[in-house]
């Protein structure tokens, strides 16, 4: 099932002894003061786009394959009452289809 949240980011965070550091390091101590450091991570540098792509995490290789991609062909009607439905109507289709199996064994 999909979901709205972001991973974490793979860089490990500030502790607590690097953000005093850096707070004492600051020369404008009281403008940095105001800012909360506690979801910093820790980057290797190498300028702005090589942190982006530090913290880009890829998607890796499937486990397990659970389903299998297949083109097929439904009619208009029944494609409109499940995509009605809202987010998921693939799953709910699969759900159906299962459901109709369990219901008609092989004979």
Not at 51 to 60: K, V
Not at 73 to 101: C, H, N
Request: no cysteine.
């Amino acid at each position: 099932m999909p979901t709205n949240n972001k991973p974490n980011a793979t860089s490990p965070r500030f502790s607590p002894e690097q953000i005093a550091a850096a707070l004492a390091a600051a020369p404008q101590a009281t403008e940095v003061e105001d800012i909360d450091w506690s979801d910093a991570v820790i980057t290797e540098g190498g300028g702005i786009r090589a942190t982006l792509d530090s913290l880009h995490r890829q998607r890796g290789p499937n486990k397990r394959l659970r389903k299998e991609q297949v083109a097929v062909r439904f009619s208009p009607e029944v494609l409109a009452y499940f995509r009605a439905q809202g987010r998921g109507w693939q799953t709910r289709m699969d759900e159906a289809l299962k459901e109709f199996i369990a219901s008609h064994p092989k004979s």
